[in-house]
């Protein structure tokens, strides 16, 4: 999804009833897990554009980039348990729009590094927000 909304575009969710109407299980687990995830990162989803800042790949890890106004968002797929650091380009201070996630950040130049501790497989992608960043 969150590469889908940082190209400009759209997605169908593609959820459809059974014959006689109800929604499988399967579909509602995958809906409640996307809701409570936009219920965290919808800031960075909802009312936003593709940012002048393209996508890419590195190593493992995705970055797809939103903005809203002046804010960019920046959002980090691919990572893994434990502690983790990586960079992206942002010349301020970032936070994330997840609220239990600790980390430190050294701004360098044209780009912020991000120490991420304890990083927890259930927070899926995390979504940086750069007020002023664009």
Known sequence: MVEVVANNGNL???VGP???GT???GQISRLKGLGQWLAINGEGIYDTRCSR???YQLENLSFHFTSKGPDRYCFVDGLSAG???FEFP???QV???NPEVKFSQYIEQDHVKINLEN???DWQVLCFKAVNGE
Do not use: F, G, W
């Open 18 to 20: 059974k014959a006689d």
């Open 53 to 55: 800042c393209e996508s």
């Open 12 to 14: 169908l969710l593609n």
């Open 23 to 25: 929604i499988p299980e």
């Open 83 to 85: 502690n983790q650091t």
């Open 95 to 97: 936070h994330c729009l």
């Open 119 to 121: 990083y927890k497989d």
């Open 90 to 92: 942002c010349s301020v």
